[in-house]
């Protein structure tokens, strides 16, 4: 007879009528009695002072509602880059224990930034599951390491198996909102719609949303639920419906200037900050040391031009944020139709400070900062009149990145300053808050999420999990505070802060702050000169008194010295982002010189496609064709940088479309013959462009024949960020040439396959293997 679990406390005899049964050792746990509903709604890259109930002037009206029957925290801040904010409100530890010290684009190796949550870190979400909840994740993930994020890679760490029964979003740092890549569970997903039909992004999250939790409800309705909504909103590509853009036309004509004047009364009238708070100056990084693409231009050093562009790009980003908003709405709503509002807790709230990628200049292709790449003026001004549609992958420029981040310094990517750390937070517990619309100014930091969600379902992070000893909660439950007076003392006394070679320490109402740029490529850590505030009374951090205070600099760098030892916070890293992206990381898959991909598959992700940027490569596809065969061979990223190689009136082409600079890079043949035939393309890469891009000779094959030949640049970075991925037989969401209309399959003969390779072998010799590598039919 096997062996029987201690626990049983039946009796087990020959015959089982003459034993006696015992469930309880095989009974799931139930959740606390009473045990509310969990929603944390979480935006990316936005300012405190961007939203209507800290007085900004983009109009909230969901998070209106919830504000004046919850509460409003004003010193609440996170980590100022997403990857490791989200791994704070997973795991309830720092984003260093969690190896998140950067994005997941910019892992390096080392224990605080390997991209992997260790498993003496568990979740928020495998803790609940355990403990009778069930746990859904709908948006934003950036938390699975880029070398996992395909059909085949691991699924270690994606959302299933970090204590999620459901997951529908996409896994990385941003996407498009009109044509995203999306995962459904452990699998990759087109959208359900198209933009002609009315989908965005922000719709369809909150649809899936409701979905879930009507879903759970029919089934287990006593069942309490954990939802982490994760909008694409407020990150770049700032995408929103035309009537919601609209709404805020010339609402930003007074400029970021006087935006940050303006504002700052309001958050003063408010009370979200004291009487006589600071404001404090744009640009106050010294000029030796300071990241050009961080610099703000004075409003009254704009051109005319420049100030139309830079108010409607403002415009777009406000549409999109209530856009969203409204979403959170229906949510909300559905929430009150069914009688579960009153006992769920709410966190509404953002990822890190307002984002400065867009440049001094803004951008219709944010991809452009991504590859060290400069806007154009130009070209963004003919885009104004589309900015926000499908036809745009925008972002507002510096300047609005620190207005809506008033009154601080800086913005998204700066942890030292609280432009990059000090985000709004709202709570929302009808049945167990009983202060209405008021303010808390205790100091809190995102990972005193998972504490507080703990404390209130009324369960403790466990000492063990799945045999592995746990680390300690580095967050402490904001709890006391929900029924505190607003400017009652906090209950953290610590946290310190690192990102991308900033960093800086708060303790019990002092901070210190390292003046150091991030993504400079600068170094010299030991030479970064400290300056200290005393936020207590200084909110702004606008007055240094390191002169004053040296030994309480010198105590607070001591703490920051020995919580990054505690946190795996070194070594530091300031690299540049062009560097830090493109750097080799370990891969599922050995790397190789021949990679070959095959029709009707999913789309490959960047992330582990072949890697063609910034060297030579060849495409070769191997097809029969029909009369009047058409349709994409080969496509890999979108209309904002990419390369296709499709069929089209009879003709060979091959575009390459240098993030989305027109006019496209485009080949072609002359009309082809049906038959079996090899076709393909070469690039020979001669020197690097001015920017780093690649410069050199594109020639176009049928069979063994040059058909057509030119000057080629190409780029050197990411496509995108979103993930487009490499199709073979079609192109998928956004599509890479204006040639075509997605998803222009393959159709009137047989795709046999499609060959890429990266070495120093000449095309012709690679052409005449291709017969036997993709074997005709």
């Given at each position: 007879m096997?062996?029987?679990?201690?626990e049983f406390?039946?009796?087990?005899?020959?015959?089982?009528?003459?034993?006696?049964p015992?469930?309880s050792?095989?009974e799931?746990?139930?959740?606390?009695?009473?045990?509310p509903?969990?929603?944390?709604?979480?935006?990316?890259?936005?300012g405190?002072?961007s939203?209507?109930?800290?007085?900004?002037?983009?109009?909230?009206?969901?998070?209106d509602?919830l504000?004046a029957n919850?509460?409003?925290?004003?010193?609440?801040?996170?980590?100022?880059?997403?990857?490791?904010t989200?791994?704070?409100?997973?795991?309830?530890?720092?984003?260093?224990?969690?190896?998140?010290?950067?994005?997941?684009?910019?892992?390096?190796g080392?224990?605080?930034?390997a991209?992997?949550?260790?498993?003496?870190?568990?979740t928020?979400?495998?803790?609940?599951?355990?403990?009778?909840?069930?746990?859904?994740?709908v948006?934003?993930?950036?938390n699975?390491?880029?070398?996992?994020v395909?059909?085949?890679?691991?699924?270690?760490?994606?959302p299933?198996a970090?204590?999620?029964d459901?997951?529908?979003?996409?896994?990385g740092?941003?996407?498009?909102n009109?044509?995203?890549?999306?995962?459904?569970?452990?699998?990759?997903?087109?959208?359900?719609y198209?933009?002609?039909e009315?989908?965005?992004?922000s719709?369809?999250?909150?649809?899936?949303?409701?979905?879930?939790i009507r879903?759970?409800?029919?089934?287990?309705?006593?069942?309490?639920?954990y939802?982490?909504?994760?909008?694409?909103?407020?990150?770049?590509?700032?995408?929103a419906?035309?009537?919601y853009?609209?709404?805020y036309?010339?609402?930003f004509?007074?400029g970021?200037?006087?935006?940050?004047?303006w504002?700052?009364?309001?958050m003063?009238?408010?009370?979200v900050?004291?009487?006589?708070?600071?404001?404090?100056?744009f640009?106050?990084?010294?000029?030796?040391?300071?990241?050009?693409?961080?610099?703000?231009k004075?409003?009254?050093?704009?051109?005319?031009?420049?100030?139309?562009?830079?108010?409607?790009m403002?415009?777009?980003?406000?549409?999109?944020?209530e856009?969203?908003?409204?979403?959170?709405?229906?949510?909300?709503?559905y929430l009150e139709?069914t009688?579960?509002l009153?006992?769920?807790?709410i966190?509404y709230?953002?990822?890190n400070g307002?984002?400065?990628?867009?440049?001094?200049?803004?951008s219709?292709?944010?991809?452009?900062f991504?590859?060290?790449?400069?806007?154009?003026?130009?070209?963004?001004?003919?885009?104004?009149?589309?900015l926000?549609s499908?036809?745009?992958?925008n972002?507002?420029?510096?300047?609005?990145?620190?207005?809506?981040s008033?009154?601080?310094q800086m913005?998204?990517?700066?942890?030292?300053?609280s432009g990059?750390t000090?985000?709004?937070?709202?709570?929302?517990?009808?049945?167990?808050?009983?202060a209405?619309?008021?303010?808390?100014?205790?100091?809190?930091?995102?990972?005193?999420?998972?504490?507080?969600?703990?404390?209130v379902?009324?369960?403790?992070?466990?000492?063990?999990?799945r045999?592995?000893?746990?680390?300690?909660?580095?967050g402490?439950?904001m709890?006391?505070?929900f029924?505190?007076e607003?400017?009652?003392p906090?209950?953290?006394?610590?946290?310190?802060?690192?990102?991308?070679?900033?960093r800086?320490?708060?303790?019990?109402?002092w901070?210190?702050?390292?003046?150091?740029?991030?993504?400079t490529?600068?170094?010299?850590?030991?030479d970064?000169?400290?300056?200290?505030?005393?936020?207590?009374?200084?909110?702004s951090?606008s007055?240094?008194?390191?002169?004053?205070?040296p030994?309480?600099?010198?105590?607070?760098?001591?703490?920051w010295?020995?919580?990054?030892e505690?946190?795996?916070?070194?070594?530091?890293?300031?690299?540049?982002?062009?560097?830090?992206?493109?750097i080799?990381?370990?891969?599922?898959?050995p790397p190789?010189?021949?990679?070959?991909?095959?029709?009707?598959?999913?789309?490959?992700?960047?992330?582990?496609?072949?890697?063609?940027?910034?060297?030579?490569f060849?495409i070769?596809?191997?097809?029969?064709l029909?009369?009047g065969a058409?349709?994409v061979?080969f496509?890999?990223g979108?209309?904002f940088?990419?390369?296709?190689?499709?069929?089209?009136d009879?003709?060979?082409?091959?575009v390459?479309?240098?993030?989305?600079?027109?006019?496209?890079?485009?080949?072609?043949?002359?009309?082809?013959?049906?038959?079996?035939?090899?076709?393909?393309?070469?690039?020979?890469?001669?020197?690097?462009?001015?920017?780093?891009?690649?410069?050199g000779?594109c020639t176009?094959?049928?069979d063994d024949?040059?058909?057509?030949?030119?000057?080629?640049?190409?780029?050197?970075?990411?496509?995108?960020?979103?993930g487009?991925g490499?199709?073979?037989?079609?192109?998928?969401?956004?599509?890479?040439?204006g040639?075509?209309?997605n998803?222009f399959?393959?159709?009137?003969?047989?795709?046999?396959?499609?060959g890429i390779?990266?070495?120093?072998?000449?095309?012709?010799?690679?052409?005449?293997?291709?017969?036997?590598v993709?074997a005709?039919?």
């Open positions: 096997g062996q029987v679990s201690e406390s039946g009796v087990i005899k020959l015959d089982v009528r003459d034993s006696v015992d469930w050792p095989y799931l746990k139930r959740a606390p009695e009473g045990a509903n969990v929603l944390v709604i979480l935006y990316d890259d936005t405190m002072a939203w209507s109930p800290y007085g900004g002037r983009i109009s909230m009206p969901t998070l509602r504000a919850g509460l409003t925290y004003t010193q609440w801040h996170t980590t100022a880059l997403c990857s490791p989200r791994s704070t409100f997973l795991t309830g530890r720092n984003h260093n224990a969690n190896g998140m010290g950067s994005i997941m684009e910019t892992t390096n080392f224990p605080g930034y991209g992997r949550i260790p498993e003496e870190c568990a928020v979400g495998q803790v609940l599951q355990q403990n009778g909840y069930s746990t859904f994740w948006g934003k993930n950036h699975v390491p880029e070398e996992d395909s059909s085949g890679g691991s699924k270690s760490q994606w299933l970090m204590g999620f459901r997951f529908y979003g996409f896994l740092g941003e996407t498009n009109w044509y995203p890549d999306l995962v459904e569970d452990n699998r990759f997903v087109e959208p359900p198209t933009p002609d009315g989908y965005h992004l719709k369809d999250l909150a649809d899936q949303a409701i979905r879930m879903d759970q409800n029919s089934s287990n309705p006593s069942k309490p639920w939802t982490w909504f994760c909008p694409g909103a407020n990150h770049a590509p700032h995408h419906p035309q009537e853009i609209e709404k036309r010339g609402a004509d007074d970021y200037d006087a935006y940050r004047t504002v700052l009364d309001r003063v009238e408010r009370g900050l004291p009487s006589g708070t600071a404001l404090t100056p640009n106050p990084m010294p000029e030796d040391q300071a990241n050009p693409a961080d610099y703000v004075p409003w009254d050093s704009l051109s005319d031009d420049e100030r139309r562009l830079f108010s409607h403002a415009e777009v980003f406000a549409g999109f944020s856009y969203t908003d409204a979403q959170v709405g229906r949510i909300v709503d139709e009688g579960q009153e006992n769920t807790l966190f709230c953002a990822d307002a984002s400065g990628e867009g440049s001094p200049d803004g219709v292709n944010e991809n452009k991504f590859n060290g790449y400069p806007d154009d003026l130009a070209e963004n001004l003919a885009k104004i009149d589309v926000g499908p036809e745009t992958y972002h507002y420029p510096t300047g609005w990145a620190a207005a809506f008033t009154p601080f913005f998204k990517r700066y942890s030292q300053f990059g000090c985000d709004p937070m709202i709570v929302h517990w009808p049945a167990g808050i009983r209405k619309g008021e303010i808390r100014h205790q100091y809190h930091h995102s990972t005193d999420i998972v504490a507080t969600v703990l404390d379902v009324g369960i403790e992070m466990p000492a063990e999990f045999g592995v000893t746990q680390r300690p909660l580095d402490v439950s709890k006391y505070s029924d505190a607003p400017d009652g906090t209950e953290k006394t610590v946290q310190y802060y690192s990102m991308l070679g900033t800086g320490i708060w303790k019990d109402g901070k210190a702050s390292a003046i150091h740029a991030p993504l490529g600068h170094g010299h850590f030991d970064d000169r400290w300056e200290l505030y005393h936020v207590d009374v200084d909110r951090e007055k240094d008194l390191a002169a004053e205070h030994e309480k600099l010198q105590e607070l760098i001591a703490v010295s020995e919580e990054a505690r946190n795996h916070v070194l070594p530091l890293d300031d690299r540049a982002a062009l560097e830090i992206v493109t080799e990381r370990p891969q599922a898959e190789r010189t021949r990679y070959v991909y095959y029709p009707d598959t999913a789309a490959v992700p960047e992330s582990v496609a072949v890697n063609v940027r910034g060297r030579s060849k070769i596809a191997d097809v029969v029909d009369e058409q349709g061979l496509a890999h979108s209309r940088g990419g390369h296709a190689l499709f069929l089209k009879d003709r060979l082409h091959y390459s479309n240098f993030l989305g600079i027109p006019p496209e890079q485009m080949f072609a043949s002359e009309p082809l013959a049906a038959g079996p035939h090899t076709l393909g393309m070469e690039f020979i890469r001669e020197s690097a462009g001015e920017h780093g891009e690649s410069i000779t176009l094959y049928v024949q040059v058909v057509a030949e030119g000057p080629m640049r190409a780029q050197v970075g990411k496509f995108t960020l979103c487009d490499l199709c073979v037989g079609y192109d998928s969401a956004d599509a890479v040439s040639q075509y209309t998803p399959p393959f159709t009137g003969g047989k795709l046999l396959g499609v390779d990266v070495s120093e072998e000449q095309y012709l010799d690679l052409e005449l293997e291709a017969a036997a993709l005709r039919e």
